[in-house]
């Protein structure tokens, strides 16, 4: 039963948040039967899977697993915060951008906690989030105040 309600409704929802932060570039990400992932770009029929892309394609398969798996067991209603630690390390610049930018959008139904040490993420973040309330909390600051 597992199989046959969640695993469709979990690829529905990876493939539209990988199309969003790939630029539309792979629209089909699919888990089959025991949970392995497959995916195609877009200007192909083949499938590949993740471990033949590059590692910050990969880190988006799973960044878009995660946020799939997120929204798909929350209970109606009922909004999980969604907790994010270096997720675009091997991300460049557009990459980022990207993820952020659907992160701004989720950010408006759920909490989001992202923790990261570059401090790119956090200038690309404070641009594409204007006009959104953010928190930004230094812990270096925080702990050498006393």
Not at 17 to 37: E, M, P
Not at 49 to 62: A, M
Request: with cysteine; charged share 25%.
């Amino acid at each position: 039963a597992i199989q046959r309600d969640y695993v469709p409704a979990l690829n529905r929802e990876m493939s539209g948040i990988l199309s969003a932060v790939t630029s539309g570039k792979y629209s089909v990400l699919a888990a089959d039967d025991s949970l392995s992932l497959k995916l195609r770009p877009m200007e192909s029929a083949e499938e590949v899977l993740p471990d033949q892309l590059s590692s910050g394609t990969i880190d988006q398969v799973y960044f878009a697993l995660r946020l799939a798996a997120v929204r798909l067991i929350e209970k109606k209603g009922e909004t999980l915060p969604l907790f994010l630690d270096e997720p675009f390390s091997q991300y460049d610049e557009e990459r980022t951008k990207e993820a952020l930018s659907l992160l701004r959008e989720e950010s408006r139904t759920r909490q989001i906690m992202l923790f990261t040490c570059k401090k790119r993420e956090i200038e690309l973040a404070a641009q594409l989030f204007q006009n959104t309330p953010l928190c930004f909390i230094n812990l270096n600051e925080a702990s050498s105040g006393g």
